[in-house]
Structure formats: C-alpha cells, structure tokens
C-alpha cells in the first residue's frame, strides 16, 4: 500500500474485553513497531519486530499485551482483559531496510469503558 | 526512566516569528536524532533529522541545531505559518537501522496569523 495502514480506526471496548489491533506496513518494509500515545503525551515504545528475528518485546506494559506479526507483513496487537488505562491511541511504524526514517500509520484510538 | 526531555510543553507565536523548541537526552550512546510533525487525528511524519557528527542541519524553514557536549538538541521553524501549528516530538535512537525511538513528551505549536 501506498501508506501504514491501521485498522480500526476507532475502537470502543469495555473493560475486561479483549480486542484486536491490526497494522498493515509499507510494502517492502522489514520492520514494524507498535507504539502507545496517551492523551496529551509522548510514544511509548511497545515492540518491535525485524524480519525473522525474534521481536524485541521490552515495552510491552504487561502480560496482558502480546503481538504477532504474520508472513513479515502484517501485525495484529491483542491486549487481553482491557483496562481503563489502556484507553490511549496506538500507533504502528515501519521502515525499510537500511533506514531509520520509520513511517507511522494514523492510529487506533481505543477507549476503554 | 525518560531519556528525552523536551520543553516547551506548548508554545504560542506570531506569524512570521521563530518557533524554539528544545530537547535534551541522558544517554550518549543515542546517535540519531529526529523530529516528528503530528496534526490532529494523524500519526507523526518525519519533519527533520540529524546525526551528532554535525551541529546543523537545514531543510527550507526549518533547522535542527546539535550541541553533543551539552547533549542537547533543538528544532528552530523560521517564519512560522499557520499550517505549522502542530505537536512536535523529539527523538533519538541507538544503532543501527530500524531501531526504536524514545520519543519526548511534544510540544503542541500555535501560530497565530
């Protein structure tokens, strides 16, 4: 695609369910990264997945976040049992091998009631 | 831990003015250090970056200004418009290509016409 592409866009979900984000990445992009964005704050890293090598995990807040990236392309970020502090907008980026100019998708915004 | 502290928090100018944003980091071993554009409803998209081998870098009205000894960095917008009243994230990474960004905490620019 011609850009990262997020989906849902929005996500309204109560507290105690599970839900699913999904990131699509630039085609040809090696490497993904999921980050966090709370109301009036920086990005928080969560993980970050390169090629086959096993995906770099130490932002992940909790247990009850957990990712996969499937085929080296697409990305599903799961948050199990959600809680009202996980209401933040997520962000997925990519970059293409050889780059640091990581591409970021335009968010999920997930609301947590 | 924050590792890139930035300030203003938020920032008002005047069309036509200079908008002066600053960040400093802790860990010497970040060697890239980029600047983030993000409006309203979209993800951030790369603006500007710099390496520490040079304390300038210029691209049309906007320049990053690099001081490795004070580990510092800055973002000057010359002639602010407008259409620049955005968040603006600092950020700086380690390594290699595709590794992650520890971002600031933004600054959210009006430009009053």
């Known amino acids: 695609g011609a850009g990262v592409s997020q989906s849902p866009s929005n996500k309204v979900t109560e507290k105690g369910k599970d839900v699913e984000l999904r990131c699509d990445p630039i085609s040809g992009h090696t490497a993904l990264y999921w980050y966090r964005q709370s109301l009036g704050q920086g990005l928080e890293f969560l993980i970050y997945f390169q090629g086959n090598s096993a995906p770099d995990k130490s932002g992940l807040p909790s247990d009850r976040f957990s990712a996969e990236r499937t085929g080296g392309s697409v990305s599903t970020l799961t948050i199990q049992r959600t809680q009202q502090e996980d209401s933040a907008v997520y962000l997925c980026?990519?970059?293409?091998?050889?780059?640091?100019?990581?591409?970021f998708g335009q968010g999920t915004r997930l609301t947590v009631v | 831990q924050q590792q890139v502290k930035q300030s203003p928090q938020s920032l008002i100018v005047q069309k036509g003015g200079i908008s002066i944003i600053n960040c400093a980091y802790e860990?010497?071993?970040?060697?890239?250090f980029p600047w983030y554009q993000q409006f309203p409803g979209k993800g951030p998209a790369l603006l500007i970056a710099i390496r520490p081998d040079v304390s300038e870098k210029k691209e049309g009205r906007f320049t990053i200004s690099f001081n490795k000894s004070a580990k510092q960095f800055s973002l000057h917008i010359m002639d602010s418009q407008p259409g620049d009243s955005a968040t603006y994230f600092c950020?700086?990474?380690?390594?290699?290509?595709?590794?992650?960004?520890?971002f600031g905490e933004g600054t959210q620019l009006t430009v009053n016409p």
């Open positions: 860990n010497t071993a970040f060697d890239y």
């Open positions: 980026a990519s970059t293409l091998r050889g780059s640091k100019e990581a591409f």
């Open positions: 950020a700086a990474s380690i390594g290699t290509s595709g590794s992650r960004l520890t």
